[in-house]
Nanobody
Framework: QVQLVESGGGSVQAGGSLRLACAASGGIFSNYVMGWLRQAPGKEREFVARISWRGSATKYTDSVKGRFAIFRDDAKSTMYLQMNNLKSEDTAVYYC????????????WGQGTQVTVSS
């Protein structure tokens, strides 16, 4: 069973950048589809981005296309989310997630990292 730990969250002004990292342990990282999801205060959790096994395919929610980039380093068992041109509406707790299948659901979750964007 894989364990996930996020890092890299923080506070930034609108227009700034952050890079989130998700370190995995306890499993074979390349066997997992990896995703980032977020939950803003008072809102339901939403999908942000996904990367397939070995990084062959990515998918983004429309609101982050062109601003966020998801990538993975299987040698380091780590996934990243580069977030540029951040907006106040990006403020949320960001969760790393993993699953063995590409099914839109995730079996394994990290504890989350807070991202706060001030305008």
């Amino acid at each position: 069973q894989v364990q996930l730990v996020e890092s890299g969250g923080g506070s930034v002004q609108a227009g700034g950048s952050l890079r989130l990292a998700c370190a995995a342990s306890g499993g074979i990282f390349s066997n997992y589809v990896m995703g980032w999801l977020r939950q803003a205060p008072g809102k339901e959790r939403e999908f942000v981005a996904r990367i397939s096994w070995r990084g062959s395919a990515t998918k983004y929610t429309d609101s982050v296309k062109g601003r966020f980039a998801i990538f993975r380093d299987d040698a380091k068992s780590t996934m990243y989310l580069q977030m540029n041109n951040l907006k106040s509406e990006d403020t949320a707790v960001y969760y790393c997630a993993a699953d063995e299948r590409m099914r839109g659901e995730y079996a394994y979750w990290g504890q989350g990292t807070q991202v706060t964007v001030s305008s």
